[in-house]
């Protein structure tokens, strides 16, 4: 029986765009797809760009009107990999005409996007899906089976950092991440909102924040030359937080960590023992247990075949790298198009991490607590 296929639309090329075309590229090569992805289009709004992407990243089109492509009754996903400032945008109409939805976080640049986006979704009853994909790095997710399998006990912390040192040098230009009205906040959207995935995902429900942003350099050199501007935007988010489940932690996004490339990192601590993830590290997992045969932390390798998704790449220490986690997310992506089902993250997990930066936002403003 010939497998079926999907035909994907890309929305955007740059970073993302990149980062999820090798992962449609890449999964039918390594894993047995429910669904055969064809890359179709790539559309960006700059014509030259997009034409030149094309060929590169493996499509056998390219355009520049996103809302003729998403109307195409040939195009059966749509996946949305362009600035913030455009979800809102793609979203609604690729859900007015009826395809499934693959959509870069954060979800929106504000609570108001997010909730519209997730009611069109509904409406329109499409599959849809958020690229939080750190939560498809074996680690995490074989951190989530001992958490889930009670080897930790009864969590009590979760304490997650993001750290980034990109724009530490004053003199770097004031790219889009850097605009309020593209990027929709700094640090906070941009990483923070990783940290805070995991967390729920990991831990559970955040109910309150306690939040503190700073932007250390208020002005850079424009991009295209040409003056200064302001940066409107956080440089660093920080946030207390309080779990439905008692548990208690902290949340930071800096991009001010000199050294710190992408250290995505957490530490969970529980009744029975604590556990370490660090994404410069990502095929490893620290665990300490309170019963354990030693008084010190272990660190597992996360290359067997036996921990998730592995077995589907090579033997036990030929470690996987960052472009992987999209590969898994978009292979449970193609599993929930020819199912019928939202895979986690979705949408409503986009709407409750939207709430969670404004609440973050709300509590650095009034200085009080915030209920999310
Ligand atoms: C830049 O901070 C960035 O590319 C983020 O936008 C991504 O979400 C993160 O995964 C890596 O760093």
Redo the contacts with the bound molecule.
Sequence with gaps: MTRRELNVALIGYQ?MGRAHANAWRQVGAFFEPAATPVLKVVCGRNAEGVAAAAPRLGFAEHAVDFEEVVARPDIDVVDVCTPGDSHLEVVLAAARAGKAILCE?PLANNVPQAEAMLAAVREAGVVHMLCH?YRRAPAVQLAKRWIESGRLGRIHHFRGTYL?DWIVDPEFPRVW?LEKSRAGSGALG??AS?SLDLARFLVGEITEVSGLLETFVAERPLPEGGGRGAVDVDDAALALVRFENGAIGSVEGSRFAPGRK?HNRFEINGSRGSLVFDLERMNELQIYEEDGPDSGFRTVLVTEESHPYVAAWWPPGHILGYEHTFTHTILDFIEGVVAGTSPAPDFEDGVRNQRLLAAIERSHETRRWQSV
């Design positions: 970073f976080k994909n980034q991440r941009d990483i990783h992408n």
